[in-house]
T-cell receptor, first 113, second 114 residues
Framework: GAGVSQTPSNKVTEKGKYVELRCDPI?????LYWYRQSLGQGPEFLIY????????DSGLPNDRFFAVRPEGSVSTLKIQRTERGDSAVYLC???????????FGEGSWLTVV | AQSVTQLGSHVSVSEGALVLLRCNYS??????LFWYVQYPNQGLQLLLK??????LVKGINGFEAEFKKSETSFHLTKPSAHMSDAAEYFC????????????FGSGTKLNVKP
């Protein structure tokens, strides 16, 4: 597709369950980002990939959060033992590389009940 | 770490009036600066960005912003508001050490009255 694609668009899960959120970046974009946007807040940086490797994962809140990008294209954000405080919109973005404009997907809205 | 302050979580203007959305950042070294717009149930869309060069930056939909180093500001303006401008606007910075890490403000919701 032309833009960044994220699935699912909405996910409701029970506290303690495992969740995966998928991001398909714009074709040819080597850089991929995950952000989290809580209600009433701006997006907060989670992790950045350059190619297959996580170049900066300093924004991941704790070890329940993990992200992979095994082939340098699609990325999956994984959340273990979900908590109600994890409820937020998870945004994926991609860019051609360092310093270039980043393009956001529409997000995956996660609700933990 | 960088911080971005957007003054006013809600701004209301009349159609045809000037739009002014304020953004201040914390870095002493000029970073890259961005404004994004978010319409309901949509992703963030880039309005404009400043990296280097001319400090007055023009973006889409008639918006512009001016980088003022002395004031560490990057306020967004539009001379005449349109109903379709109603949305949430986010200011963001990246750099100067790491241009891949964006710091966003908490957003300003713009309401346009007929």
């Amino acid at each position: 597709g032309a833009g960044v694609s994220q699935t699912p668009s909405n996910k409701v899960t029970e506290k303690g369950k495992y969740v995966e959120l998928r991001c398909d970046p714009i074709s040819g974009h080597t850089a991929l980002y995950w952000y989290r946007q809580s209600l009433g807040q701006g997006p907060e940086f989670l992790i950045y990939f350059q190619g297959t490797g996580a170049a900066d994962d300093s924004g991941l809140p704790n070890d329940r959060f993990f992200a992979v990008r095994p082939e340098g294209s699609v990325s999956t954000l994984k959340i273990q033992r979900t908590e109600r405080g994890d409820s937020a919109v998870y945004l994926c973005a991609s860019s051609l590389g360092t310093g270039n404009t980043i393009y956001f997907g529409e997000g995956s809205w996660l609700t933990v009940v | 770490a960088q911080s971005v302050t957007q003054l006013g979580s809600h701004v209301s203007v009349s159609e045809g009036a000037l739009v002014l959305l304020r953004c201040n950042y914390s870095s002493s070294v000029p970073p890259y600066l961005f404004w994004y717009v978010q319409y309901p149930n949509q992703g963030l869309q880039l309005l404009l960005k400043y990296t280097t060069g001319a400090t007055l930056v023009k973006g889409i939909n008639g918006f512009e912003a001016e980088f003022k180093k002395s004031e560490t500001s990057f306020h967004l303006t539009k001379p005449s508001a349109h109903m379709s401008d109603a949305a949430e606007y986010f200011c963001a910075v990246s750099g100067p050490r790491n241009f891949n890490k964006f710091y966003f403000g908490s957003g300003t919701k713009l309401n346009v009255k007929p």
